[in-house]
């Protein structure tokens, strides 16, 4: 008996399904999110990201900082994110809605970065864990971005941007220590990094 076409039709099954499962339905399913206009204020939510914030993205994924970062707060019952302060709510799939890759992230040896915006909002304190981790947290394991800053002499006056350092991390005298455009697009991605705003389906007190 020939069973070639019970074959043939056999694995168009199995392609299909997994089709649907792996492409079609988690399309209809997450792929036409729009963003939410708040009727009072007017703001939309997830709001737009500065092209700064998005050439920082790139920063961000090529410095490896997915390898030990997440971005995403766990609902009560799967962890304790919420009560570690890593957000007000735990992030639903609209919030990376703009994101491009999104960041999810799998390890955490360092916390959660979904809401870092929100929890260092200082451009400056940024700017001096990036350079070294320990200056601002002491005994701090996480590598030195150092390579994204760049060393110069100061000429006439210090400039606006120069990062302040004390001493063992100080530049040497009649020096200072500035960031380049990539660390400045890094930072700007890190303080946007801040998803503590309502959506219908995750409201602030939704646990
Ligand atoms: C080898 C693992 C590792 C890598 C890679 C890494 N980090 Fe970290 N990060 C940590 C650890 C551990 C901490 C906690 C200690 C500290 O605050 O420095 C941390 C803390 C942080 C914090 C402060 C979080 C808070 O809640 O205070 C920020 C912001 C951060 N990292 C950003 C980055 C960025 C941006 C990159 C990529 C350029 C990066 N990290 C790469 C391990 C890492």
């Known amino acids: 008996m020939n069973r070639m076409p019970v074959i043939v039709v056999g694995i168009f099954l199995t392609f299909l399904s997994s089709w ?27 709001p737009p990201m500065s092209g700064l914030a998005v050439a920082g993205q790139r920063v961000y994924a090529a410095s490896g900082c997915v390898y030990c970062h997440s971005q995403q707060v ?21 919030d990376f809605m703009r994101e491009n890759p999104v960041f999810l992230g799998t390890m955490r040896t360092g916390p ?50 120069a990062i302040d350092l004390l001493p ?11 960031p380049t455009h ?3 697009a890094l930072v700007a991605y890190l303080l946007s990094l801040n998803r503590n705003y309502p959506l219908p389906e995750a409201p602030e007190s939704s646990q």
């Open 20 to 46: 649907i499962g792996l492409v079609a339905y988690p399309y209809l399913n997450l792929g036409r999110f729009t963003p939410v206009t708040d009727p009072d204020s007017g703001e939309v939510f997830p």
């Open 182 to 184: 990539e660390a400045e």
């Open 112 to 161: 959660d970065l979904a809401n870092i915006g929100a929890r260092q909002p200082s451009a400056m304190w940024q700017h001096q864990h990036l350079y070294q981790p320990s200056v601002v947290s002491p005994g701090s394991i996480m590598p030195s971005y150092r390579y994204l800053y760049r060393l110069q002499k100061i000429e006439g006056q210090r400039s606006a941007n």
């Open 74 to 94: 766990r609902q009560v019952g799967y962890g304790s994110d919420l009560e570690r302060g890593w957000g007000s709510r735990p992030t639903v799939a609209r």
């Open 168 to 178: 063992p991390d100080a530049a040497p005298d009649g020096y200072e220590v500035v």
